[in-house]
């Protein structure tokens, strides 16, 4: 249910940043990324792991935070490059989890440590940039080192799981 909830919270969160109200896309991107949170704790915490969940929840991370993310630049709150690395890791994980679902290696290509703290880092630049917080929250610097940090994350764990899907792409071929 909160997957769910996240996956619909999604579009009035970018109408909002669309028409400027960043307030109000703020609070809504931090109720969908505090769900995610609180999904991930309980599904861990009591081991409820569904297909739905298992399927569904990086979806709604990756909609969430790649329509923030894609939003913020359209409107020049982020830089084109940052933009850009995010969609191309994202593109890619997509791609490979079909590839490895459709040939039955899912299991294999579950997120890593890496591709999960680069999300959160994610989740919390956007919240930084979207929220109306007391400026010290949002000095340059501290924006600037979350995006490098979000870089470093994300193109990491591209690499460890294209070597995951390597791994998966050739035990296909034996």
């Known amino acids: 249910m909160l997957t769910v ?3 619909l919270l999604v579009v009035p969160m970018a109408l909002y940043l669309i ?3 960043l307030a109000r896309a703020g609070i809504l991107f ?15 915490r009591w081991d409820i792991i569904t297909t739905f969940g ?5 979806v709604a991370d990756k909609l969430l935070v790649g ?7 359209w409107t020049g709150l982020l830089p084109g490059w940052f933009a850009l690395v995010v969609a191309v890791r994202e593109g890619f994980v997509l791609a490979a989890s079909v590839w490895a ?28 940039i979207l929220l109306p917080l007391p400026p010290v929250l949002k ?17 990491v764990s591209a690499v460890r799981y294209a070597q995951r899907w390597k791994r998966a792409r050739n035990e296909t071929a034996s």
């Open 30 to 44: 931090a109720i969908a990324a505090i769900t995610d949170a609180v999904d991930g704790w309980i599904a861990r």
């Open 67 to 73: 329509t923030a993310v894609a939003l913020l630049w």
């Open 139 to 155: 000095t340059p610097l501290l924006l600037q080192a979350l995006m490098i940090a979000a870089t470093f994350l994300t193109i």
């Open 54 to 58: 298992r399927l569904m929840d990086p």
């Open 19 to 21: 028409s400027g109200d």
């Open 101 to 128: 679902r459709a040939r039955g290696h899912a299991d294999e290509l579950h997120p890593g440590r890496f591709g999960k703290a680069g999300n959160a880092v994610q989740m919390l630049l956007v919240a930084l």
């Open 5 to 7: 909830f996240r996956l």
